[in-house]
């Protein structure tokens, strides 16, 4: 069975920092392109950062660029969102995505990502 599981949400102070998880199972992540995205209330889901199957190049959106910092561990099928200077607008609903063909993956084209995880919160706020 192909599940994505998010891992790692909570509430956090202004200025702190998160380490979000998504585990893979029922796939090998190395082959795909790898994304994250949220989806705040009210607003249309972002894509923020990823990591391209093609070469293993990343890239971080200029919301969270110097701030967030995606990796991948193949061994353990799982690809993280370490997070840092959590700011209140950061708040969201964060989910990852993979695609075996989302080559430009910084695109953020929905549409191109098989599969999903749940998503998990993240809430940044005294």
């Known amino acids: 069975q192909v599940q994505l599981v998010e891992s790692g949400g909570g509430l956090v102070q202004p200025g702190g920092s998160l380490r979000l998880s998504c585990a893979a199972s029922g796939f090998s992540l190395d082959i795909y392109s790898i994304a994250w995205f949220r989806q705040a209330p009210g607003k249309e889901r972002e894509g923020i950062s990823c990591?391209?199957?093609?070469?293993?190049?990343?890239h971080a959106a200029d919301s969270v660029k110097g701030r967030f910092t995606i990796s991948r561990d193949n061994a353990k099928n799982t690809v993280y969102l370490q997070m840092g200077s959590l700011k209140p607008e950061d708040t969201a609903v964060y989910y990852c995505?993979?695609?075996?063909?989302?080559?430009?993956?910084?695109?953020?084209?929905?549409?191109?990502?098989?599969?999903w995880g749940q998503g998990t919160q993240v809430t940044v706020s005294t």
């Open positions: 990591i391209n199957s093609s070469d293993g190049s990343t």
């Open positions: 995505a993979v695609g075996r063909y989302a080559y430009y993956c910084s695109d953020y084209v929905p549409g191109n990502y098989d599969y």
